[in-house]
C-alpha cells in the first residue's frame, strides 16, 4: 500500500479554484512534487519543492504543504485540466520514492 | 530540448527477461539521473529505481530490489532497464524519467513510455 494517500475523485466547476491534497508522514521531512497524467500520455511535472513550476507550466498552478499534508491548487481550473494526478515523495526511510495512489480530477 | 527516447513494445514470457532502453538527447547526459516508473494497466505510478548517470549509483525499490537492473552506456547516451524472472503482474507501461544527478526524484521529463506485456 502507497506511504501517499490521495482521495481517488475530485470534481470541480470551470473557472472555480480546486484543491488537491496528498497526505503522509514522510511530507513533514520532503516536499512532494505533482505530476498530470492525461489519458493515454506520460505523465508531466507540474509542481515540485516548496511551490516551483517548470517552465511552461501556467500559473494558475500551485503547491502548499503544511504538517503531513502537501496540496495542489488550481486556480481557475480550466477544461484541460482534466486529467489525473500524482503526488510523489520520499517513504519514511527517504532513501526511496513513493507515490499518491492519484487523484482523478472532473472539470463540470 | 530534452528528449528521452524508448524502445518499442515487448511481448515476453513469465519467467523471461525484458530490457527497455532510454536514449538521452538535448542535454549533458552525465549532468542528471534517471528513474524508472512503471503503470499497470488502469493503475497508478510505480517507482522502481534511478541511476546517476554522474557515478553509476542506484537505488531501488524494495520490492523490485534483486529482479531489476538499471545500467547506462555514456557513449551513446542511453540507459537501460532490465526485469528478470517476469511475472503477470508485472505488465505494465514502463517510463524512463530525467532527475536530478543527485536525487531520484523530482522527474523533469519523461519518455514515451514502453509497453511490456507478459503472457504465456
Known amino acids: 500500500s502507497s506511504e501517499l494517500t490521495q482521495d481517488p475523485a475530485v470534481s470541480v466547476a470551470l473557472g472555480q479554484t480546486v484543491r488537491i491534497t496528498c497526505q503522509g508522514d514522510s511530507l513533514r521531512s520532503y516536499y512532494a512534487s505533482w505530476y498530470q497524467q492525461k489519458p493515454g500520455q506520460a505523465p508531466v511535472l507540474v509542481i515540485y519543492?516548496?511551490?516551483n513550476r517548470p517552465s511552461g507550466i501556467p500559473d494558475r498552478f500551485s503547491g502548499s504543504s503544511s504538517g503531513n499534508t502537501a496540496s495542489l491548487t488550481i486556480t481557475g481550473a480550466q477544461a484541460e485540466d482534466e486529467a489525473d494526478y500524482y503526488c510523489?515523495?520520499?517513504?519514511?526511510?527517504?532513501?526511496?520514492?513513493?507515490f499518491g495512489g492519484g487523484t482523478k480530477l472532473t472539470v463540470l | 530540448q530534452v528528449q528521452l527516447v524508448q524502445s518499442g513494445a515487448e511481448v515476453k514470457k513469465p519467467g523471461a527477461s525484458v530490457k527497455v532502453s532510454c536514449k538521452a538527447s538535448g542535454y549533458t547526459f552525465t549532468s542528471y539521473g534517471i528513474s524508472w516508473v512503471r503503470q499497470a494497466p488502469g493503475q497508478g505510478l510505480e517507482w522502481m529505481g534511478w541511476i546517476s548517470a554522474y557515478n553509476g549509483h542506484t537505488n531501488f525499490a524494495q520490492k523490485l530490489q534483486g529482479r531489476v537492473t538499471l545500467t547506462t552506456d555514456t557513449s551513446t547516451n542511453t540507459v537501460y532497464m532490465e526485469l528478470r524472472s517476469l511475472r503477470s503482474d508485472d505488465t505494465a507501461v514502463y517510463y524512463c524519467?530525467?532527475?536530478?544527478?543527485?536525487?531520484?526524484?523530482?522527474?523533469?521529463?519523461w519518455g514515451q513510455g514502453t509497453l511490456v506485456t507478459v503472457s504465456s
Open positions: 510523489d515523495s520520499r517513504d519514511s526511510s527517504g532513501n526511496h520514492v513513493v
Open positions: 519543492g516548496k511551490d
Open positions: 524519467a530525467s532527475t536530478s544527478v543527485y536525487s531520484p526524484s523530482p522527474f523533469d521529463y
